[in-house]
């Protein structure tokens, strides 16, 4: 079991930033990827990024390249997403995810645990 704790939501302004953490616990050894998802109201919950928890491997979803940056303290077992230039679209439910039996997890449903979530909320 692995077990994510997330912290750092809030309500900003259009252009500034924020910062994400999730703390993982548990059997951390077992995972694979880190993930960061958001749903907003009425939407399909996507993914925003992640990162590889054995290497320096990352992804973006085109819509935040080159305004967020996911990054991962190994000592620590937590993860960070730090959202910059942020805009109205931003807004929504950030959920920090773990995958432990895709290698390259893409998509939903190959994360495995999740963090309660924290809401995100841009004003124009």
């Known amino acids: 079991q692995v077990q994510l704790t997330e912290s750092g939501g809030g309500l900003v302004q259009a252009g500034e930033s924020l910062r994400l953490s999730c703390a993982a616990s548990?059997?951390?050894?077992?995972?694979?990827?880190g993930g960061w998802f958001r749903q907003a109201p009425g939407k399909e919950r996507e993914l925003v990024a992640a990162i590889s928890w054995r290497s320096t491997f990352t992804l973006y979803d085109d819509s935040v390249k080159g305004r967020f940056t996911v990054s991962r303290d190994s000592a620590r077992n937590t993860m960070y997403l730090q959202l910059n230039s942020m805009k109205p679209d931003d807004t929504a439910v950030y959920y920090c995810?773990?995958?432990?039996?895709?290698?390259?997890?893409?998509?939903?449903?190959?994360?495995?645990?999740w963090g309660q979530g924290t809401q995100v909320t841009v004003s124009s």
């Open positions: 995810a773990a995958a432990t039996r895709v290698l390259r997890a893409s998509k939903r449903s190959d994360y495995d645990y």
């Open positions: 548990g059997r951390t050894a077992s995972i694979y990827r």
